[in-house]
């Protein structure tokens, strides 16, 4: 298994963790600080970008047909590329999303906007990365 495979699946399994803990506190039928109220949001991106599409990633990374026996999964550059730039989105969707929802003048918007657009680039990054291996058949090269 690839590193990077590796990387992509723990971070997966560490905001699986994180979401169902958040899931857990959002339900508590107490009184929750407001920054904590705005935690709806991240709860989702913890669970489908952190959880779903990191475990997406990780195994196509891992699974998907060669491209070249020298470069059997592209560059892999691009590939720790798009990995860090997803985490980083993520984080910040996770801190901005509430700052923005309990201090709307404070004019935090600026962190959801960089975190979709680091997101949108790793995802990016990562299609242009897969997108060869999606193929009718290796041909040995």
């Not at 989702?44 to 047909?65: K, R, S």
């Amino acid at each position: 298994m690839p590193t990077l495979t590796r990387w992509y699946i723990k971070s997966a399994l560490v905001y699986l963790v994180a979401a169902l803990l958040l899931g857990v506190v959002l339900a508590l039928p107490i009184a929750l600080p407001s920054f904590i109220r705005f935690m709806n949001p991240p709860y989702f991106h913890l669970f489908l970008v952190g959880w779903v599409t990191q475990m997406i990633f990780g195994v196509i990374y891992w699974m998907f047909p060669i491209i070249t026996r020298a470069k059997p999964r592209g560059n892999e550059q691009v590939a720790w590329a798009s990995y860090i730039l997803l985490n980083i989105g993520l984080i910040l969707r996770v801190i901005g999303e509430p700052l923005v929802s309990t201090r709307p003048e404070a004019a935090f918007g600026w962190l959801l906007a960089l975190s979709a657009l680091l997101q949108w680039l790793a995802a990016v990054l990562f299609v242009i990365l897969a997108w060869p291996r999606v193929k009718d058949r290796y041909r040995g090269e």
